[in-house]
């Protein structure tokens, strides 16, 4: 078995659900044929006058794990979903690619694509000279960019934060540490080096988000000075808005 990555972008407008509601989605579709998930990322790329994005330009990224064989099928099936289920004028965009060749080439252009405005000829050209399946469906298309910049980021190991994984969004707002690791969480990381034991306390605020750090989720974490909690989560909920609703 292989590690696939599936990026999506640009799926919403303004007044519908978000593109991690649809990644969501799109795993439990995926898990229904047998298609195990590595959970789900988001990515932020930059905000900028020059970019057209519904509210906080971020883009999404499965993992899931598949024959060498099935990766023709995943893009054809994750094309058709994201088709049929982008919203009515979005440039909706898909990238897969098997993990283990996501190179430098689709790396960096995930970086730049945090820092720059990028262009979809550039988006097809690092596509191509890796090997890696890519398609607009709709729109101007423009949603490749953010597809290969979310395979080129999660294939990084270091940006992101897990908006799907395991049970991490049935916790409840204080869990203990052996409940989140239980629920798909690789490690929880405090300030100094201190380790957060099993049995100890968490209060998540019933949003827990770990990042992406080393290849793994990781929660971090800092002490509380509640009675009867010992650690806080250090991420919270950004707020009401549609976006943060959707992560």
Not at 23 to 41: D, K, N, Y
Not at 199 to 204: A, H, K, L
Request: glycine content about 14%.
């Amino acid at each position: 078995m292989h590690a696939w990555l599936i990026g999506i972008d640009d799926t919403d407008m303004p007044d519908t659900r978000g593109t991690g509601h649809l990644a969501r989605a799109l795993a439990e579709g995926l898990a229904a044929q047998g298609f195990v998930s590595a959970g789900i990322t988001r990515h932020q790329l930059l905000v900028h006058p020059e970019i057209r994005y519904t509210s906080h330009n971020s883009a999404n990224c499965l993992e899931v794990a598949a024959s060498e064989d099935h990766g023709a099928a995943l893009f054809a099936w994750a094309c058709d979903f994201v088709g049929a289920q982008a919203a009515h004028g979005a440039d909706p965009g898909v990238c897969v690619a098997r993990k283990a060749l996501v190179g430098e080439g689709a790396r960096g252009f995930g970086l730049r694509a945090q820092a720059e405005v990028l262009a979809i000829v550039g988006a097809r050209r690092v596509a191509a000279s890796e090997g890696h399946l890519l398609a607009g469906l709709a729109g101007t298309e423009a949603g490749v960019i953010g597809a290969l910049a979310a395979v080129g980021l999660r294939a990084g190991g270091e940006d992101g934060r897990f908006i799907g994984l395991g049970a991490i969004r049935e916790l409840p707002a204080r869990a203990r540490v052996r409940d989140i690791l239980d629920a798909g969480v690789a490690a929880l990381e405090a300030p100094g080096g201190a380790e957060p034991q099993p049995g100890d306390w968490v209060e998540t605020f019933g949003w827990v988000r770990p990042r992406l750090r080393g290849g793994r989720p990781v929660l971090l974490v800092q002490r509380s000075d509640q009675d009867g909690v010992d650690w806080v989560v250090c991420d919270r909920r950004a707020g009401p808005d549609k976006g943060a609703a959707s992560a």
